[in-house]
């Protein structure tokens, strides 16, 4: 049959293909530097947010890679393959600036509910979830620290006792475990031991609410979390 599928055209996987193609074309050759976000932004027309999400599905599959306090350099030339998972990469798996809004309206209000509820239980569980990921900081599996932040944030939805919510975030806590949310989170929010660090402390510091009832210090801890997490997207 003379058709084709036909895909969502998401701002992201625009752009990415935008510099798919530039890189095909000869514009940027292998070990070539990038334009910056900013530049890649104006000419595009849109967020830095978005060419942050576009460059990070283009490290995903490997075509180019972020080299520190110097910017985004082409890896090698794009094949038939590395052009279709693209935007396929970024089509299917749930948009990481809409995951970190929904989390960021949510979240809060579920950390002040558990802390207004909070049992020994909810405490000694959360206590222990940081715990591993302060362990996996220190070894450096950057992998499983995040398999363990993500058992903190399922613990804390499950200590509210509210099947609605966990109806409502189970599922958005669930896309930690897409390549794309990682990329964009590692490359971005946790770039370094001293970050993984620092996020953990907020999480210590919204346990701490917890155990004191303290509603709204478990809510600003959690709010805090993602304001950083929104001001590190770049929106």
């Known amino acids: 049959m003379p058709f084709q599928k036909v895909r969502a055209n998401k701002v992201s996987a625009i752009v990415a293909e935008q510099v798919v193609q530039a890189i095909k074309d000869g514009v940027y050759a292998v070990g070539s530097r990038l334009p910056s976000e900013s530049e890649l932004a104006q000419a595009t027309g849109v967020s830095r947010a978005s060419v ?7 490290q995903a599959v490997g075509l180019i890679e972020a080299k520190s306090g110097s910017g985004n350099y082409v890896r090698k030339s794009p094949t038939q393959e590395d052009e279709a998972d693209v935007p396929l990469l970024l089509e299917s798996e ?3 600036l809409e995951v970190m809004e929904a989390r ?3 979240e809060p209000r579920v950390a002040a509910l558990v802390a207004a509820k909070a049992t020994p239980a909810t405490v000694r569980t959360l206590s222990h979830a940081i715990e591993e990921m302060r362990a996996e900081i220190a070894g450096g599996d950057f992998s499983s620290y995040f398999q363990a932040d993500k058992r903190f944030h399922l613990a804390l939805v499950a200590a509210a006792e509210n099947r609605l919510i966990s109806a409502a975030l189970v599922p ?7 390549g794309l949310y990682r990329e964009f989170t590692r490359r971005y929010y946790l770039r370094t031991a001293q970050d993984l660090e620092d996020v953990v402390d907020l999480h210590d510091r919204l346990v701490r609410a917890v155990k004191a009832k303290d509603p709204e210090a478990a809510a600003a801890a959690m709010s805090e979390h993602w304001r950083r997490m929104r001001e590190t997207s770049g929106e």
């Open 94 to 96: 749930a948009g990481c």
């Open 172 to 178: 958005l806590i669930a896309t930690m475990d897409q």
């Open 52 to 58: 942050r999400e576009a460059l990070s599905a283009l």
């Open 104 to 106: 960021e309206t949510l």
